[in-house]
């Protein structure tokens, strides 16, 4: 059975997964700056499958995978596992597509909300008839912190304070604890907001939280959620198995 090597290039970081037997083997999980995927490609020959997801400008990864005959561009597959109701595809980040179609996969025929916390924070939507319908982007928190630093004329930058956050407290006894509370809890009360929202449209709504900086709110999130890290990359992995079902049966 091939390796399929799974490869999502985000706007500040890079993933990659290898699946063998249907099987989640390997993670790699890498700031752009630093992207260096060299040891990780020595696992696939040229004989497997890679699939790609890129929505930065970051190329640096087409060096590595250039022996590789098989490589697929998620956003070239027209096939799709799931529908798609979405006025302008062309704009449609392959990673919001692709975490929509590996929670879709976990649980079809159910509406799912997908909450994706990264660079931005996208709030994606899945009908009960198997159909992306949209969603919402809203500022992760590295943005919404140099927003404030850039846009304002005192207030200090706070985002190597981010990383390792976990609960604020919601009055802020100072201006750093006060711009952290604004950042961390607005994000928290508007995840419990949107997850409210699809609630008043199916009560049983799945609700997915995934993304470089979901763990933050894992444990504050009142709503009851499912955690999937690997959401985007289970979707690339059905949607290459899907495409490739696809060509064999018309061949």
């Known amino acids: 059975m091939a390796l399929i090597l799974t490869i999502d290039i985000g706007n500040s970081a890079t993933k990659l997964a290898l699946f063998k037997n249907e099987e989640l083997v390997n993670t790699v999980f890498q700031e752009n700056d630093f992207f260096d995927i060299a040891q990780f490609v020595t696992y696939i020959d040229s004989s497997d499958y890679v699939i790609l997801s890129n929505v930065s400008s970051n190329n640096t990864v087409f060096d590595f995978i250039s022996n590789i005959k098989s490589v697929y561009h998620f956003n070239s597959i027209s096939n799709f596992p799931i529908n798609v109701n979405y006025k302008t ?3 449609l980040g392959s990673d919001r597509l692709a975490a929509a179609i590996g929670a879709h996969h976990i649980y079809p025929n159910c509406s799912i909300l997908i909450i994706d916390v990264g660079t931005c924070i996208t709030y994606d939507f899945v009908s009960r008839s198997n159909t992306f319908e949209g969603g919402a982007i809203s500022p992760g ?8 630093n850039v846009f304002t004329g005192k207030l200090p930058d706070v985002s190597q304070l981010l990383a390792n ?6 009055t802020g006894n100072s201006t750093i604890n006060s711009i952290l509370s604004g950042i961390i809890n607005s994000i928290r009360f508007e995840i419990e907001g949107y997850i409210n ?20 709110f894992v444990q ?6 499912f955690v999937d890290l ?7 992995h ?9 060509e064999a049966q018309l061949s």
Do not use: C, W
């Open 165 to 170: 956050l976990k609960e604020v407290s919601i």
């Open 230 to 236: 690997n959401l985007v990359m289970k979707g690339l």
């Open 89 to 91: 595809p062309n704009l």
């Open 141 to 148: 928190l590295h943005l919404r912190a140099k927003a404030l």
């Open 220 to 225: 504050t999130i009142k709503n009851t959620i």
């Open 197 to 216: 929202y699809y609630k008043t449209i199916d009560p049983n709504v799945k609700v997915f939280l995934t993304g470089g900086q979901a763990e933050l």
């Open 238 to 246: 059905i949607t290459l198995q899907h495409h490739l079902k696809s």
